[in-house]
């Protein structure tokens, strides 16, 4: 395997990987974000506008090959978003999720090699990976009351990747 997709607990073959990792991650992807949602909703639904942002990724999107299991779970959460936002819009609680690509994070940092990192910003047009600032701004954007029109929507915030 090239050192571009090191081996750790995301990254293999979706016929090598152990059932028990995906319903781990679906777990604490899916099934328990869901499941808050749930038990949160008559609280959300007493204010005139409420809002719940999912952090997605991009490959929920694109999918990704050696991540077949991340990417299925992050496009749950779209899904989710687009069926789930249609229930509550006259609740005043809007349903949204924010996905971007390569964020530089310490996980990725320790996760990644250098060579890494610098091989997928070669492949992002904007040249680097988002700005934690960078993502948290357009969580505030969604917060705000002037986006109460927007729900059921997956905002990709990649600087061109994999579109």
């Known amino acids: 395997m090239p050192d571009f997709y090191p081996r750790h607990h995301l990254i293999w073959l ?10 781990q991650m679906l777990a604490m992807q899916v099934t328990g974000p869901l499941h808050l949602v749930q038990l949160l909703q008559s609280k959300l639904t007493q204010k005139d506008q409420s809002r719940v942002i999912f952090i997605g990724s991009v490959y929920g999107k694109a999918g990704s090959a050696l991540e077949v299991g991340y990417s299925t779970v992050k496009g749950a959460l779209s899904a989710f978003a687009k069926a789930y936002s249609k229930e509550v819009a006259t609740l005043g609680l809007t349903v949204n999720v924010l996905a971007p690509g390569a964020v530089a994070t310490q996980m990725n940092t320790k996760m990644f090699s250098k060579a890494s990192r610098q091989a997928v910003a070669a492949e992002i047009p904007l040249g680097r990976f988002a700005k934690v600032e960078e993502v948290s701004y357009w969580v505030k954007a969604l917060l705000d009351e002037k986006a109460a029109y927007l729900t059921g929507q997956t905002i990709y915030m990649t600087g061109g990747w994999l579109e």
Do not use: G, I, Y
């Not at 979706?14 to 319903?23: I, K, N």
């Open 14 to 23: 979706f016929a090598e990987q152990d059932p028990a990792s995906l319903t």
